[in-house]
């Protein structure tokens, strides 16, 4: 018998004529994931087993997969020959020796000359003349025993089933363009859109010299981390260093956010349009902080001419997208204390529910098209 690490998906089952596609791109990405590990991945009708792999790795391994979307959930088991004897060997090693358990059997062969209540009574039994100490409990059981005969003459044995991250394999729904801006919210945002099968490019806005070098290794740091959900992701870097000066210099302090706001989502657009992104993701949350008011949203949004704007977040207390930001391990690096170019020229009274009217007035002052420009030739662009 070998160690094997047997995964099941979720929801691809769901995806009829599209289904072999969906299983090429989810078993891409676990390849992707298991990099430099040694492994073989192999496809059993409704299954994969990683196989072949080293046992002192295991622990990396489960890490690994437990970032690839799609995954519904996974078991570390013993692959033997489908017959009685080989099947109750597997079952002895992977049983504790002592308390409560049940067999549980599924039979996708159904030549195998059992059925699944003969199989499980028949190992159950077994296990109990081998074992004095065990009992037979099928209500409450200690632990489960999971016998599952394959069709090509293969049986899984296993004990436990851990939780995959769930979702879609990233790269089955399309390309989404994430502002990603150094705080809590924004990687969040990117992974909820990640786990729907989303491929995810970031965009970072800063205002060097104003912000500094950490700041910005800070949100590198962070599209690494998120890339490891999302199967690599590219990090544009745009300057809106000079927009910003223009702001402060020619128009109304108080709209210093606001303005902005409309600039980062311009540029976002573009650059989303040129590199094949079908939506932008903000980590906006609705009434979060004074900028988060659906006023303040319907003023960025309104610049914003071709794509939709997802803001997953929207729906969340800070509290909630904290606790996410832990699960997924963003939230440290995300606490470190850089400023976001967002601090730089703040007003000391923001406007919170800006006048569409108001909003325009004060953009009239600026050269929009040309500031527009001028950042995107500061465009950067780092694969991570
Ligand atoms: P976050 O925790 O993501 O910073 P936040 O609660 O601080 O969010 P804001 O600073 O108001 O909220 O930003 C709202 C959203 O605008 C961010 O979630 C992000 O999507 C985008 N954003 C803000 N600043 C930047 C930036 N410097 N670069 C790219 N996107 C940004
Ligand atoms: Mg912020």
Redesign the pocket.
Known sequence: MEKVIIIRYSEMHLKGKNRGWFERVFSVNMEKSLKGMRHEIRRYSGRYLVENFDENQTEKIFAALKKVFGIHSYSVGLKTPADLDSIFAAANAVCDKSGTFKVESHRADKTFPLNSMQISAHIGGRLLDSNPQLKVDVHDPQFVINVDIRENGTALVFNKFFKGAGGMPVGTSGKGL????????????GHMIAKRGMEID??????YPYTNMQAREK?EELAEKLSAYTCGTKLNIVS?THIQEEIHKKCNGDYM?TLL?RF?MRI?ERVALKSGAQCL?????LA??A??TIEGMTS?NSVVQKLPVLRP?CGFD?DE?IERSRDIGTYET?IEPYE???TVFLPKHPVTRPKMSDVLAEEEKLDVEKLIEEALSTLEVIKI
Do not use: Y
């Open positions: 994430l502002l990603i801006s150094g705080g809590i919210d924004s990687p969040v945002a970031c965009i970072h806005f800063h205002s949100v809106v956010v706001r980062m976002a993701i903000t980590g906006e949350s979060q902080v900028s988060q960025s977040l800070k997208i995300s976001d170019c967002c």
